[in-house]
């Protein structure tokens, strides 16, 4: 193989590279932003949750100084029956307790539900708190991960910058040349594999004379389809070695 053509699969792996760190450099800080974001949205629910749990258990002590008020309202009312001087006084009386009775038997059932509606929240809440304890230090851990990844582009992509630095100063220009062109205008390789008597990049045939061309020169040759430069390789023998 022409040694052009092998530094420039060499190149082209070096680019492909270069791409997935770019690409990790804009990918990376919208990951830890999504993942801090997890982690704001389970803090979130849960102090919604400790809220709620607040309110109700504050609405639940009132129902039961409102149950508590009545109770010692329908006592004296009651008391006061016996001393009633007319019976005007006395329906009026009777009135007032039955109105009693009913306002304490609504706050009772009030209380009732308040009292259910407490331990379904405290169970929530209890819940939740497990929860954040358990994702909060996986999501940390994720985070972590994640910005050690990130330290290490730079180093990286100064690495691949070197490689690929070393690998322009072997290649021919015209190969050069040929190289840029292509991979301005078409996404994907550049430099491409023939399979079959096709090219592995847009899959279409290439003329037998043509493909045994290539494979006996490997020299600079572009799929007269796509345009892509052309490479064969021999088949590796398959099986156990
Ligand atoms: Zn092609």
């Known amino acids: 193989m022409d040694i052009n053509l092998a530094k420039l699969i060499e190149l082209q792996s070096v680019d492909e590279r270069l791409q997935r760190l770019h690409r990790a450099h804009v990918d990376i800080p919208l990951k830890i932003e999504h993942l801090h974001r997890q982690a704001a949205e389970h803090q979130q629910r849960l102090q919604a949750a400790e809220a709620e749990?607040?309110?109700?258990?504050?609405?639940?002590?009132?129902?039961?100084?409102?149950?508590?008020?009545?109770?010692?309202?329908?006592?004296?009312?009651?008391?006061?029956?016996?001393?009633?001087?007319?019976?005007?006084?006395?329906?009026?009386?009777?009135?007032?307790?039955?109105?009693?009775?009913?306002?304490r038997s609504e706050l009772e059932t009030k209380i009732l539900e308040h009292l259910e509606r407490v331990e379904e929240m405290q169970a929530q809440v209890a819940a939740l708190r497990e929860e954040m304890q358990r994702t909060t230090a996986s999501l940390e851990r994720q985070v972590r991960v994640k910005q050690e990844e990130f330290a290490g582009l730079a180093a990286a992509s100064s690495g691949a910058e070197t490689e690929?630095?070393?690998?322009?100063?072997?290649?021919?220009e015209a190969?050069?040349?040929?190289?840029?062109?292509?991979?301005?205008?078409?996404?994907?390789v550049t430099v491409v594999q023939i399979e079959g008597e096709?090219?592995?990049?847009?899959?279409?045939?290439?003329?037998?004379?043509?493909?045994?061309?290539?494979?006996?020169?490997?020299?600079?040759?572009?799929?007269?389809?796509?345009?892509?430069?052309?490479?064969?390789?021999?088949?590796?023998?398959?099986?156990?070695?």
């Not at 109770?71 to 019976?87: D, E, H």
């Not at 040349?177 to 078409?186: E, F, L």
């Not at 279409?204 to 490479?231: D, G, K, W």
């Open 53 to 103: 749990f607040a309110a109700t258990q504050k609405a639940l002590r009132q129902f039961e100084l409102d149950e508590r008020d009545a109770g010692a309202r329908l006592g004296k009312t009651q008391g006061r029956l016996l001393s009633c001087k007319t019976n005007e006084e006395y329906r009026a009386t009777l009135a007032e307790i039955d109105y009693l009775k009913n306002h």
């Open 175 to 188: 190969w050069l040349r040929t190289y840029d062109k292509i991979r301005a205008k078409r996404p994907g």
């Open 164 to 172: 690929r630095a070393a690998l322009l100063a072997v290649i021919e």
């Open 198 to 241: 096709r090219c592995l990049a847009c899959h279409m045939s290439l003329p037998p004379q043509f493909v045994q061309e290539i494979r006996h020169n490997n020299s600079l040759a572009t799929c007269p389809h796509c345009s892509r430069i052309l490479y064969y390789r021999e088949p590796q023998p398959s099986g156990p070695a």
